[in-house]
């Protein structure tokens, strides 16, 4: 391996001027700087056209938006592991026994209750597979402003994917949801997983 | 522009891939070493993206966005071939021992160059084409790969040696 001078390392670093390089380290310098030029010239060749074209079939094949199923039907609610029996009292006596004797969803679905304690949060809301991570379809509630929010929605019995997005702009995988997986966009980041029974 | 797409705009991403296309054609062609499959590359990653263009946390970061989903393509289609099975047929022969750098036409220095590239690990290649070749900060670079900024600094000082004695074989 060739070591080179840590001093060239600066200058390709651009934390030091090049110019201050002796002479003896200066080759080093330019055939790397020389290399990444030569590699810089795009291919000539342009992926747009078939892209968008990719783009408009799955347009066409997309079904067409629809109201959520949750603002449509009435729901039963089913609490989920919750972290402190206080959190879990507090949910269930403002959402969950009031709206139980209610609600029905379809033989093939379930409800998924969330919560999740956001001190000072403005707004959360939950975005997921199952609302194509489309901010604005199901947004929490926190109506006595004690940072819990939460929220219900009748999904298909499966799993979903999903995260809390706080404030608009604060991206938060679920921290009592027990499941996760990778959000395959290779940066290690996960996405919290919900498993919906019938 | 994310917005105007995820408003149902679709064609506004055209103006994204625009955008975007040299930039990731170039980076997936060094990682790969081969035009056409740098192509397809990137062909399938904008359309993934377009596909998730939701889960993209931060639009104003939706070029690490981009080239983070291109470089795990690249991955995919280097772990399914190595390098060196890659043909460079195109590439001019080697240079007579005799000749010099300065005197090689500048396609010769460009296959040279790519020969070099070619002879280092897919990581190192990728660290010194973020860097080098598409300018990218190592915070950027951060963004794009997933790993620290004290290894993606590691990374690239090793990828420099690495490409600096390739060249200096090949010529």
């Known amino acids: 391996m060739t070591v080179i001078d840590p001093r060239v390392q600066e200058a390709l670093d651009g934390e030091r001027d090049p110019a201050t390089l002796p002479p003896e380290l200066r080759e080093d310098y330019a055939r790397l700087t020389g290399a990444a030029a030569l590699l810089g010239a795009a291919p000539a060749t342009s992926v747009a056209d078939r892209v968008m074209a990719q783009i408009r079939e799955i347009r066409r094949e997309a079904p067409a938006p629809r109201p959520p199923n949750w603002l449509l039907r009435p729901v039963t609610f089913r609490l989920r592991p919750v972290w402190t029996l206080a959190v879990a009292a507090a949910v269930a006596a403002v959402v969950f026994l009031p709206l139980r004797e209610s609600a029905t969803p379809g033989a093939e679905e379930g409800v998924a209750q969330f919560v999740g304690h956001f001190p000072g949060a403005r707004s959360v809301e939950v975005v997921g597979s199952f609302n194509d991570w489309q901010r604005g379809a199901l947004a929490l509630r926190d109506e006595d402003n004690d940072g819990i929010w939460h929220g219900a929605v009748v999904l298909p019995a499966g799993q979903h994917e999903y995260m809390f997005v706080v404030d608009g702009e604060r991206w938060v995988a679920d921290p009592l949801a027990g499941r996760y997986v990778d959000d395959g966009f290779g940066a290690g980041q996960q996405n919290a997983l919900l498993i919906v029974r019938p | ?171």
């Not at chain 2, 080098?132 to 590691?154: F, N």
């Open chain 2, 1 to 171: 522009m994310v917005a105007q797409v995820l408003d149902g705009d679709a064609e506004a991403f055209g103006i994204i891939i625009r955008r975007y296309e040299p930039g990731l054609l170039r980076f997936a062609a060094r990682m790969l070493g081969s035009a056409d499959a740098a192509a397809d590359a990137v062909a399938e990653s904008l359309v993934r993206a377009y596909r998730h263009l939701a889960q993209c946390r931060d639009p104003e970061h939706l070029k690490s966005w981009l080239y983070r989903i291109t470089g795990n393509r690249c991955r995919s289609h280097i772990g399914r071939r190595h390098m060196s099975d890659i043909a460079l047929d195109d590439a001019p022969p080697l240079a007579d021992p005799v000749d010099t750098w300065a005197v090689l036409e500048r396609s010769e220095q460009v296959a040279l160059v790519e020969r070099a590239l070619a002879q280092l690990q897919p990581e190192k290649r990728e660290a010194f084409v973020l860097k080098h070749v598409e300018g990218l900060s190592y915070e950027e670079m951060a963004d794009v790969t997933g790993a620290r900024i004290p290894t993606l600094k590691m990374r690239v000082h090793r990828a420099r040696e690495a490409l600096l004695l390739a060249l200096k074989e090949l010529v």
